[in-house]
């Protein structure tokens, strides 16, 4: 499970997003929207983890939904920020939607074997 691709760039990313969010609150003055972000940001590994701890293969595909839904709001967040000039570096927009591709991809594999 710890070595987990999906667990590693999850926990890659909500780390970053603390950093950035820490960044953003010390250089710009802005909570807010930071705020909302560090939330889902660090919401998705922790729902990722929680799925490897799933009771059957419907709680498993459940909680990654939940992680597909945070990393979706995080984009969101994200794309706010860098569109307000508040942030300029998309590399963490792009780390998110790799999360989100490696999510989706997980969702339906899991599916699939659920057949």
Known sequence: MADSPLIVKSKKFALDIIKVCNNIK???????????LIRSGTSIG???????YAHGRADFIAKLQIALKECSESEYWLELL??????????ILEKCIEVKRMLISSINTAKENNK
């Open 82 to 91: 860098i569109e307000s000039k508040y942030y300029d570096n998309k590399e």
């Open 26 to 36: 010390q250089t710009k003055k802005e909570s807010v929207l930071t705020n909302q």
């Open 46 to 52: 922790a729902n990722i983890r929680e799925a490897f």
